[in-house]
């Protein structure tokens, strides 16, 4: 198999993983709902929490992001660094645009940590402490998100064009597209001063 040949599959896989929208159904077998038809209709942990409860949201989160870790490995064994990079990409595309689930899914935010994690791991927690802290510090969690995904994209700019990784360039640069473009419709609502934030109440168990 050419290399070429290797990252088309590296790409299919990934995308196929990213399939597994984990919050629907994570809702449909624990509380018999279908996240997308209540709150932002989103099937990410963020809405999970809204909906459906803790639990439910952190298994959610956990889910969406070992599934960025396992394309991003999977391609890492099929075709290497490219693998893994091509791999990471495409499960978020398909966490976003599931074509199993009508290509309604979640921001892609859980499923990008966990590839940054394996491919990048201290740029992944740098981001991390960054977005935790935007999250402290306003309690809205697509701030946050958008924050870290911004943070992670300058720290890879700078070390792509260090290492004249143009793969490295690519794929970041397609990865804060595609959660910023998710997040087009919080964007409006944050400039709007309608965004929703974090509240104790969406912590308390639900029925």
């Given at each position: 198999m050419t290399h070429y040949a290797s990252l088309v599959l590296c790409a299919i896989l990934g995308y196929s993983l990213g399939n597994l929208q984990s919050g629907l159904i994570i809702g449909r077998l624990m509380n018999n709902v279908d996240l997308r038809k209540h709150g932002s209709g989103s099937s990410g942990a963020t809405n999970a929490l809204r909906v459906l409860g803790r639990r439910q949201a952190l298994l959610t989160f956990l889910s969406d992001c070992l599934k960025g870790v396992a394309a991003a490995g999977f391609g890492l064994l099929i075709a290497g660094w490219h693998?893994?990079?091509v791999g990471g990409a495409a499960v978020v595309v398909g966490h976003i645009w599931p074509i199993l689930f009508g290509l309604r899914g979640g921001k892609g935010v859980a499923t990008s940590l966990g590839v940054f994690l394996l491919l990048m791991p201290t740029l992944a927690l740098i981001m991390l402490v960054i977005a935790i802290l935007i999250l402290?510090?306003?309690k809205t969690v697509s701030l946050a998100s958008m924050a870290g995904a911004l943070a992670y994209f300058v720290m890879a700019l700078v070390t792509a064009i260090a290492n004249r990784d143009w793969y490295?360039?690519?794929f970041s640069v397609i990865m804060v597209a595609l959660v910023l473009f998710a997040h087009?419709?919080?964007?409006?609502?944050?400039?709007?001063?309608t965004e929703g934030k974090l509240s104790a109440s969406m912590f308390e168990k639900k029925r």
């Open positions: 693998g893994g990079l402290v510090l306003t490295l360039l690519a087009r419709a919080n964007m409006r609502r944050i400039a709007a001063g």
